[in-house]
């Protein structure tokens, strides 16, 4: 299938009567990455989970023009993948098996799945290092091996859409990078789209070909990282000081400035500092 791009527009969510997203517009082309930020309660999470299909919205959702909700369940997990933050996980399954559950949709009613199934599992669980885990139990997984696994299932889906809700939650710096160098290497591979809601503001600074940025559940900013992770919009909406640089590549760093210091050089921290090498 080829990869869907995705539009959103006058996207509005209410959870126990109270208003969390009101009016938020997107679009993320086909083949692109579009990092969603924002500070905590900015409803990013909310937003992944309403174009996935599991929340009731006002507005309009369209993944390839097509709306997800009306969709079949089997329909939609071909042509989305969702990785939640925080997943439901049995925890006396073994990781190969939760992440052959990423197979499903491919799955005939009442058939098992084929060799192929597996061996699809099989690849994934080499590529995010997870092979030699594969018969452990759910429940004996550290926080960060769990977001893997969480990961590894949203992949073996192979859905044109991964839709990612903090996929570096958890991780160390160099499963950070892997896990965001093979979803880089899988979209541009297979022209595949990827939402991805980021707390790291520089890893999403790097990664992402366009930010959307959240506050008070509204779109604030969009565009390309250097427009949206600028020192004025990071400061009036995550009410932080900061400092905004450059990479190589253009690209930008967010450092947080200790209060007090007027050395712009002098930092005592970052938003996400942790850039890949």
């Known amino acids: 299938m080829p990869s869907p791009g995705v539009a959103v527009r006058g996207l509005a969510v209410r959870l126990d009567g109270t208003p969390i997203l009101r009016g938020v517009d997107l679009c993320a082309p086909a083949g692109s990455w579009l990092g969603v930020i924002g500070p905590n309660g900015a409803g990013k999470s909310t937003l992944l989970r309403a174009v996935a299909g599991l929340l009731r919205f006002d507005g309009e959702v369209r993944v390839g023009g097509v709306a997800p909700a009306a969709l079949s369940p089997r329909q939609r997990a071909r042509r989305l993948a969702y990785a939640p933050q925080v997943p439901v996980m049995p925890p006396d399954m073994a990781v190969f098996d939760y992440v052959l ?11 098992r799945e084929s060799r192929a199934d597996r061996m699809a599992a099989t690849a994934i669980l080499d590529r995010l ?14 926080g960060g091996e769990r977001q893997r696994v969480v990961l590894a299932r949203a992949l073996a889906q192979e859905a044109p859409v991964l839709l990612l809700d903090e996929p570096t939650t958890s991780l160390d710096l160099g499963h950070q990078q892997q896990v965001l160098e093979l ?38 900013a969009a565009g390309e990282p250097v427009a949206v992770l600028t020192e004025e919009l990071l400061a009036a909406h995550y009410g932080a000081r900061v400092s905004v640089t450059t990479d190589g590549a253009g690209r930008p760093v967010v450092q947080l400035v200790r209060p007090g210091r007027s050395d712009r050089g002098e930092v005592g921290g970052n938003v996400g500092r942790q850039r890949p090498s």
């Open 183 to 220: 979803v880089d290497q899988l979209r541009r591979a297979d022209r595949l789209t990827v939402v991805t809601t980021l707390h790291d503001l520089s890893l999403a600074g790097q990664y992402a070909d366009e930010l959307l940025l959240l506050a008070g559940g509204r779109a604030v």
């Open 129 to 142: 290092d997870l092979r030699p885990l594969q018969q452990r139990r759910l429940e004996s997984l550290s």
């Open 101 to 111: 559950l990423g197979r499903t949709p491919y799955i005939g009613y009442l058939a």
